[in-house]
């Protein structure tokens, strides 16, 4: 923290202040509106918490822009199966649902329905992760601008792990595609946890297969389901603001919000 220059305070919901770095020349009121109308200041700093022996990620919004790739096939399944497809807004709102209980909201769904939400959701979700899943290469799936960056600045004896309310196997997919996927010591998705996010499980599993208590590691997501995963499981929590959520409903769920991949750099 010792590069940043100015600082402000920007009150939560749990009246837990949150600190958002930013250099010289940026005003404490340009700052705060460029966070909450999601635009980008142009100098920002605050690195990732000092003393973590683990990062792990969130996959989509956080590490890649793969909206364009998950939008067209969430229609291309939704009117493959005779339902109306549906808007941006839509989708985002979905995001944070594992895939098949975000699709079977799509259709107008919820969990009242009970086995009807789970046996639709779980047919067309299937048929995304097929079509979704061979369509991942660095162009559908490529990493944000400074993501590559900030993995690369992370010390070695860090460990690093992902965890998506994905596919795991299109976790694997993106990080293949990326090269980066070497650098990441553990790779799980909703398909292969107890239980997806906002429950704590498939953190709680990263952090043990790490080797790492979970007060030892910081979860890094966009979505609020991500902060609410990560303080359940005890881990620390840092939210981006590049994804598919506005800062504004990530605040309350997440410890710290940053605005740009290399204002986390641990250079």
Known sequence: ??????SFLL?????????????????????????????VPVTYKGPLPRGKKAVIFDIDGTLCDSFKLAFSATNQVL???NYQPIDEEQYHYGSRFTTPERLATHVGLSPIDGEKFKEVGSLLGREFDQLYIGLVDETTAGFYPGVHELVASI?????IGALTNAACE??????RA????????????????????????????????LGVEPGDAVYIGDSPSDGRAARSAGCSSIAVTWGANKASSLIASFDTLVILPLSMCCC
Not at 1 to 6: G, L, R, S
Not at 184 to 204: I, M, N, Q, R, S
């Open 1 to 6: 923290m010792a590069a940043c220059t100015d």
């Open 11 to 39: 009150p939560c919901r749990n009246s837990l202040p949150r600190i958002y770095h930013t250099e010289a020349g940026a005003s404490r009121a340009v700052a705060k509106s460029c966070i909450m109308k999601q635009e």
């Open 79 to 81: 009117t493959n199966n």
């Open 155 to 159: 010390p070695a004896h860090v460990k």
């Open 170 to 175: 299109y976790a694997e997919a993106v990080l």
């Open 178 to 209: 990326n090269g980066v996927r070497e650098r990441f010591e553990v790779v799980h998705g909703a398909d292969d946890v107890p239980a997806p996010k906002p429950k704590p499980d498939g953190l709680l599993l990263c952090c043990h297969e």
